[in-house]
């Protein structure tokens, strides 16, 4: 079973700063099976990044994805007011199918 | 325009059943793969279970024995009956569907399902 830690818990950041986001797997995994998702309050999570670094449909290049073997970065270039939520990493495997992070809460 | 609305929430005593649904719009459910994943109140998320193009089902060892995922194509709906309900089930819960190697690119609005006496 694959954990993924996400650190820091919280970071807080002004406007116009870069954020830098981790997740690290318990065990090495592909980089095709790593995905990160973005939630604001009240609101379903959204797929920023899928196969580590491939911004999905409609994701600003300020989001990117990077990493490989156990260690994997989103990072926001230049944060937006809009950019201020909780982010997840997630994992796709075989059990469990969908493991997720615990979270990363970017505040101002 | 692809979209998940999911309906079937609401409060409910240890031990009864619930069954969520989700309506699928702009795509068929029968040609992808449809997951659950819940979030407990103030927590992160989980995935409870899938339903393959072909039918079959997964589930998390928290699901097994007491959810049921299944789907009807005419419908274009998703369903998961949940039994054995415990305050742990306490979530919102929502359907989603999967479209690259796992990532979820479709999220319903979520169910709330409260589980208390």
């Known amino acids: 079973e694959v954990v993924l830690t996400q650190s820091p818990g919280t970071l807080s950041l002004s406007p116009g700063e870069r954020a830098t986001l981790s997740c690290r797997a318990s065990q090495s995994v592909s980089s095709t099976s790593l995905a990160w998702y973005q939630q604001k309050p009240g609101q379903a999570p959204r797929v920023l990044i899928f196969e580590a670094s491939t911004r999905a449909t409609g994701i600003p290049d300020r989001f990117s994805g990077g990493g490989s073997g156990k260690d994997f970065t989103l990072t926001i270039s230049r944060l937006e007011p809009e950019d201020f939520a909780v982010y997840y990493c997630q994992h796709f495997g075989s059990s469990p199918r969908l493991a997720f992070g615990g979270g990363t809460k970017v505040e101002i | ?117």
Request: net charge negative.
């Open chain 2, 1 to 117: 325009e692809e979209q998940l609305v999911e309906s079937g929430g609401g409060l409910i005593q240890p031990g009864g059943s619930l069954r969520l649904s989700c309506a699928a719009s702009g795509f068929h459910v029968s040609g992808n793969y449809m997951s659950w994943v819940r979030q407990a109140p103030g927590k992160g998320l989980e995935w409870v279970a899938v339903i393959y193009r072909g039918g079959d089902t997964y589930y998390a060892d928290s699901a097994k024995g007491r959810f049921t995922v299944s789907r009807d194509d005419f419908r274009n709906t998703v369903y998961l009956q949940m039994s054995s309900l415990r305050p742990e089930d306490t979530a919102v819960y929502y359907c989603v569907r999967e479209y690259y190697f796992g990532a979820c690119d479709i999220w319903g609005q979520g169910a709330l399902v409260t589980v208390s006496s």
